[in-house]
């Protein structure tokens, strides 16, 4: 069973910067393969980063040199930073440990 609870979100205006934690249990997330992903209201969720155990990261083009996903594999935690902020990136994130574990989602709204 892993739990997982993300956090950092809030209210921060365009052009600015917040950092999303997710904190997981588990013994095995050292070498899991950890994803975010966001629903803004009326749209279906959709990926946005992953970093696999070895520290591999892939992006959706959407944030790609924008938003960076990094671990810290001693403290179970993954986090995203995520700069240069948008309205249209205004949404819940969600953090997922694969196959299908999911936090409970942290809000982020960006104001114009």
């Known amino acids: 069973q892993v739990q997982l609870v993300e956090s950092g979100g809030g209210l921060v205006q365009a052009g600015g910067s917040l950092r999303l934690s997710c904190a997981a249990s588990?013994?095995?997330?050292?070498?899991?393969?950890v994803s975010w992903y966001r629903q803004a209201p009326g749209k279906q969720r959709e990926w946005v980063a992953l970093i696999v155990g070895g520290g591999t990261t892939n992006y959706a083009d959407s944030v790609k040199g924008r938003f960076t996903i990094s671990r810290d594999n001693a403290k179970n935690t993954v986090f995203l930073q995520m700069n240069s902020l948008k309205p249209e990136d205004t949404a819940v994130y969600y953090c997922?440990?694969?196959?299908?574990?999911w936090g409970q989602g942290t809000q982020v709204t960006v104001s114009s």
């Open positions: 997922k440990v694969a196959p299908s574990y």
């Open positions: 588990g013994s095995f997330f050292s070498i899991s393969v």
